[in-house]
């Protein structure tokens, strides 16, 4: 027997789950403080099927959904903990503004750049960095079924300003998709998108499927709910309806990918989680697989392995491993660029070519998504081998650069060119600063 009532925990309610009873007190202590900073949320499935109780806290599903003391600096972490302790509510609030500042909250500048325009009015939910692809974020999907530790998005899951730049409606996004025929694919993200029932999320992707969209080839939607509620695609009252909605895309003559974002294989080996998979298959829909590489969670070659090998198997198509970003816990799950590169060379060598479509590791930096293709010695340099995968200008595309090794750099901003270049070929034609960069779309 599975769960198949969707209880979603936060930091109150979860000292009501059965499993609270599990958790001793430092960590119990480290779930109130951290959540006071950094969004928190579980759910029944994840509590009952993907966490090792008996492995916590290193469990990796575990570390994924519950705040850990050490996500916040030592000084932090005693300064909220006494607020909390004093009842001071103004005294924390103004502490945790403080801290969440400190802690990046908008890596992307994404509330200013590519935020496109349909006759010099800007339309709220998208953005369009590459030619071929338009993310959209539609306003009703950007919270999700439970909160990975290491999101980038956290801002909005605490009530910053972020979710004022969802969509209401289809209609901007249609708008501008009608006057840009170059765009091929729709990635629909959040959050995620799969919270959404289906007949909110059959009025945001049933536009596209009519004329005028011809050019619209793909339709994807970025979506943890593999992992974390593999329930919306089998038992879920509207899960049937779901999949007719798939029908009806694959009918349309449109490619529909879910982009399934999986961190560990622990997340695929449930029988319902295999069965979602299969039913979304079985619509003619393609299932991709991507997730960063993250420190406690997945920083280890087998897990990759597993995770592909068992995709593979089921008909899902490992896509990309990233490289973590550079906002919230980021010291918690950072590795360096050089163990990432290892990781994932070491789980890719050691799997099928079947398995061997996925691309890694790569970082979504301003200039583009920039994979790390190993670190050869030239003419007695060592030099990290990088190439953009996509980039601002699609002429940079696939030709290999070189930065100076450097075996403690965990992002692209730390890298400088090899061999006494002072700049990277495409330095002159950024616009903007690097620094500034958007988010990796991973759910
Ligand atoms: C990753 C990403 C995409 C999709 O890129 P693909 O390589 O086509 O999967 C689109 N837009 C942005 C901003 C991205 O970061
Ligand atoms: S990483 Fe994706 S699934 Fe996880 S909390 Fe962030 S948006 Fe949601």
Same mark, same amino acid.
């Given at each position: 027997m599975t769960v198949d009532t969707f209880t979603p925990y936060n930091v109150k309610t979860i000292q009501k789950a059965p499993q609270w009873a599990r958790i001793p007190e430092d960590l119990r202590e480290a779930t109130r403080v951290v959540s006071q900073v950094l969004p928190f949320r579980t759910n029944s499935y994840v509590l009952e099927e993907l966490i090792d109780w008996n492995n916590i806290p290193d469990d990796p599903i575990f570390r994924l959904n519950f705040p850990h003391r050490t996500m916040l600096e030592e000084n932090d972490y005693a300064a909220v903990r006494d607020a909390v302790a004093d009842g001071d509510r103004t005294g924390t609030h103004l502490l945790v503004r403080k801290i969440r500042e400190r802690m990046n909250p908008h890596p992307a500048g994404q509330q200013t750049h590519n935020v496109p325009e349909v006759d010099g009015a800007e339309v709220p939910g998208i953005q369009h960095k590459y030619t071929e692809t338009v993310l959209f974020f539609p306003k009703q999907g950007q919270t999700c079924h439970a909160y990975c530790t290491f999101c980038f998005r956290w801002p909005q899951f605490v009530g910053d300003d972020e979710l004022a730049f969802a969509a209401k409606d289809a209609e901007g996004l249609t708008s501008y998709l009608a006057q840009h025929t170059e765009v091929t694919d729709v990635l629909i993200t959040g959050g995620d998108p799969m919270i959404m029932r289906t007949n909110t999320l059959a009025r945001y992707i049933e536009p596209l499927l009519g004329p005028g969209f011809e050019h619209i080839r793909n339709i994807?939607?970025?979506?943890? !709910? %593999? $992992?974390?509620?593999? *329930?919306?695609?089998v038992t879920d009252r509207d899960a049937d309806e779901l999949l007719r909605l798939f029908d009806r895309v694959i009918a349309a003559g449109k490619h529909l990918a879910v982009m399934g974002h999986y961190n560990h294989p622990a997340e695929i080996r449930p029988e319902i $989680? *295999?069965?979602? %998979?299969?039913?979304i298959l079985a619509t003619g829909a393609n299932v991709r697989m991507q997730?960063?590489?993250l420190r406690h969670i997945n920083d280890d070659p087998a897990a990759w392995s597993e995770l592909w090998t068992t995709g593979v198997r089921l008909g899902a198509i490992p896509y990309y491993m990233f490289v973590e970003r550079d906002t919230g816990a980021r010291h918690y799950f950072e590795i360096? %660029?050089?163990?990432?590169y290892e990781i994932f060379r070491d789980a890719y060598r050691s799997? !099928?070519?079947? $398995?061997?479509?996925?691309?890694g590791p790569s970082m979504s930096a301003h200039a583009g998504k920039v994979l790390i293709d190993g670190t050869p010695t030239i003419n007695g340099e060592k030099v990290f081998a990088l190439q953009f995968l996509q980039g601002r200008d699609d002429d940079w595309v696939r030709r290999p650069f070189y930065a100076a090794y450097d075996p403690t750099a965990t992002w692209f901003d730390q890298l400088t060119p090899a061999f006494g270049e002072k700049k990277f070929f495409f330095a002159d034609h950024l616009a903007i600063p690097q620094g500034a960069e958007l988010p990796a779309v991973v759910s």
């Open positions: 994807r939607i970025g979506t943890k !709910s %593999l $992992a974390y509620w593999p *329930q919306r695609f $989680a *295999q069965t979602a %998979l299969k039913r997730s960063p590489v360096p %660029l050089v163990r990432a799997v !099928s070519g079947l $398995a061997r479509t996925v691309r």
